[in-house]
């Protein structure tokens, strides 16, 4: 039976291809999962951060760390939800996507104002101060800390090629095991990088009155500005929730045969993979702030939160 309204959007974009946009969601997701099931026991994640310095107790601080914290906890609590709870998993699977987003996205503004007491609004802020105070300072684990720290192409490239390590894996596949999972992760990671700079790309020539960058001066101006750019794991969710919210009506719940099974597997990758962030972003925050506060707070949180808790120590 032919696809009538893909159709209808196929002629307008001839580059719409639901069934790519589809593989490499699943794959990222099927990638990360697989990565984080290294690196992240509670041993692991304690000695990581042993050396991480307490603050001094600061009340301000501390909450704005335990507001994000509630925030990103009641984000888990929904995906744990609708994961087990719907007979029919395509018709929470954009809103499964949106609450992984956001539990990351509050958990990392979490991490940062236990860093300096900063709070960002801007989702854009956010990655990349996330980037600049966490990961830039080795407070991420990996598949987390992966990242770029400049959009200029053959520079970005040369950079994930040295992470790569000759790992010759990309999402056209699913992965198997560790290995092909860190070659996913860093294929979604060129993937996002070469997004942002397309799109910096067009901003650059809008506020230059550039065609193209035929020229030396034209690339000049361009790598300049690309310099300044970077990508990390939360410019990667950030781009993954707009694809699924914003640019492609069609590829989470339209078409093709029945991937049922896919899209459980996809929204219970997601789960782990937040369940594991949190862990990363608590074990930080534990050191961070005083100890007896911290215990203070989870004891508090456990008592009287009104959705059920999924974070373990």
Known sequence: ????????FKTEDPRRDWQFSLMGTLNWARSLALHVSEGFSRDEIV????????LPIDKARENKVFENLVLAFHCQSSLHVMGSKFENIYSINRSAVVSWYYGLYYAAKAMIAAVDGSSQEIHAKVATTWRNQIVLNSFAIPPFSYQVDTLVKAEYEDQIGG??????F?????????????GGCLTYLKGTADWYRKKAEEEI????????FRTKEARRIRDESLSTKSACFMHQ????????????ALYLSYGGQNRGSSIERFVNDLTLVLDVFLKMTCGYVGRRIHKKTWEDFLEDIRKHARFELYYEQ
């Open 47 to 54: 000695s990581h951060y042993l050396n991480v310095a307490r």
């Open 170 to 182: 990309d999402l056209r596949n699913v992965p198997e095991d560790f290995l092909q999972a860190k």
């Open 237 to 248: 969710a950030f781009r993954f929730r707009g694809k699924t919210n914003y640019r492609d």
């Open 163 to 168: 992470q790569r390590g000759g790992n010759p």
């Open 1 to 8: 039976m032919t696809q009538w309204l893909y159709e209808r």
């Open 205 to 212: 020539k809008r506020n230059h009155r550039l065609t193209n």
